[in-house]
């Protein structure tokens, strides 16, 4: 069975930049077959999305709030899919979470994450001076 695990997120300062990483596992499972999206939370607040990458990559869709700074993108093998994030703001804090939806679906749903079935166990971001 597919599982999913992120990693990269750290304490960074105002302006700066992480690059968090979803790893797919075991071997033997790709992620180019999968939409993969990016979610986070706070606590006390609702999951929010933050960016989905299609499969085939013709379609990343963003959260307005991060348009700009931040970036979805795939490994070649299909091992991993990253979430670049620069200009890190304190509102950027909170856990960030990878998900995946059904095989050869899409990002339609996105910003929900209705459509999103089997997630990472996060990772977390604090963004402070």
């Known amino acids: 069975q597919l599982q999913l695990a992120e990693s990269g997120g750290g304490l960074v300062q105002p302006g700066g930049s992480l690059r968090l990483s979803c790893a797919a596992s075991?071997?033997?499972?790709?992620?180019?077959?999968?939409?993969v999206g990016w979610f986070r939370q706070t606590p006390g607040k609702e999951s929010e999305g933050v960016a989905c990458?299609?499969?085939?990559?013709?379609?990343?869709y963003y959260t307005d709030s991060v348009k700009g700074r931040f970036t979805a993108s795939r490994d070649n093998a299909g091992n991993f899919v990253y979430l670049q994030m620069n200009n890190l703001q304190p509102e950027d804090s909170a856990v960030y979470y990878c998900?995946?939806?059904?095989?050869?679906?899409?990002?339609?749903?996105?910003?929900?994450?209705?459509?999103?079935?089997?997630w990472g166990n996060g990772t977390p971001v604090t963004v402070s001076s």
């Open positions: 075991p071997s033997g499972y790709t992620l180019n077959i999968y939409p």
């Open positions: 998900a995946n939806g059904r095989a050869y679906s899409d990002c339609t749903e996105f910003p929900s994450a209705r459509a999103m079935s089997n």
């Open positions: 990458i299609s499969v085939g990559d013709d379609q990343i």
